[in-house]
C-alpha cells in the first residue's frame, strides 16, 4: 500500500523559505505515468494546488506561486521537496503531499494517494 | 476565487438523494475530466470520482460522477450520516496549464 509523509518545521518567520519533505513507502517514485504533487489548504478554507514534480525532475508550478517555488525530486531517498520563498502569513496552511497521475492524453489528473497533511504556520 | 464554482452547501435527511454541481468553462471542464474528492475535518482529502464518471475500488456505487460541457455534477443516493464531509470538484486548466479546484461544498446530513 503506497503512503506518503510530510515532515519539515510547523513553524516559519515571515520572508523566510519554508521546505517540506514528503517520503514515498510502499511503492516505486520513479513509477511512470505519475507526478508527485503538493496542496495546501488554509485553515477553513478550500485546497490549493501548488506544484507537481515527475521523478525525472520536471516540475509544473501554480503560476500564482511560481515566482516563489521550487519542487525537487531525489529518487535515491524516495523523497520530494518543497520549498516556497518569502513566505507571509497567507501561506499558513496544512501542506498535503500527494500521488498526481497524468493521463496519457493529458485530460485526466487527479490525486489517488496522499498524505496526511502538515501544518504550516507563518508567523514571528 | 475558486476557477470552479460549487454550492458552498447541501444538505439532506438520511435515504435521501443529493446532488453537487461543479460549474467552469471550456479550458478546464470542457476540455478535461473531473475529479471528486470527499474530506471529513481534520482528514486529508480522499480520492471519490476520477474521469468524470468513474469510482475507484472501495467507494460505494451510492456515489456517481457525470459531466456535460463545462459543468459536473456529483451524486449521493441513500445518504448516510457518515456522508457528512466537504466535498471538492477538481480538473485541468489549459489556459492557466495547472490543477485547479472548486470552493467545496459542505454536506450535512440532518
Known amino acids: 500500500q503506497l503512503q506518503l509523509q510530510e515532515s519539515g518545521p510547523g513553524l516559519v518567520k515571515p520572508s523566510e523559505t519554508l521546505s517540506l519533505t514528503c517520503t514515498v513507502s510502499g511503492d516505486a517514485i520513479t513509477t511512470g505515468r505519475y507526478y508527485w504533487a503538493w496542496i495546501r489548504q488554509p485553515p477553513g478554507k478550500g485546497l490549493e494546488w501548488i506544484g507537481s514534480v515527475y521523478y525525472v525532475g520536471s516540475a509544473s508550478y501554480n503560476s500564482s506561486l511560481k515566482s516563489r517555488l521550487s519542487i525537487s525530486v531525489d529518487t535515491s531517498k524516495s523523497q520530494f521537496s518543497l520549498n516556497l520563498r518569502s513566505v507571509t502569513a497567507a501561506d499558513t496552511a496544512v501542506y498535503y503531499c500527494a500521488r498526481h497521475f497524468n493521463g496519457p492524453l493529458g485530460t485526466t489528473h487527479y490525486f489517488d494517494y496522499w498524505g496526511r497533511g502538515s501544518l504550516v504556520t507563518v508567523s514571528s | 476565487q475558486p476557477v470552479l464554482t460549487q454550492p458552498p452547501s447541501a444538505s439532506g435527511t438520511p435515504g435521501q438523494r443529493v446532488i453537487i454541481s461543479c460549474s467552469g468553462s471550456s479550458p478546464n471542464i470542457g476540455r478535461n475530466t473531473v475529479t471528486w474528492y470527499q474530506q471529513v475535518p481534520g482528514t486529508a482529502p480522499k480520492l471519490l470520482i476520477y474521469?468524470?464518471?468513474q469510482r475507484p475500488s472501495g467507494v460505494p456505487d451510492r456515489f456517481s460522477g457525470s459531466k456535460s460541457g463545462t459543468s459536473a455534477s456529483l451524486a449521493i443516493t441513500g445518504l448516510q450520516s457518515e456522508d457528512e464531509a466537504d466535498f471538492y470538484c477538481s480538473t485541468w486548466d489549459d489556459t492557466l496549464n495547472g490543477v485547479v479546484f472548486g470552493g467545496g461544498t459542505k454536506l450535512t446530513v440532518l
Open positions: 474521469e468524470s464518471d
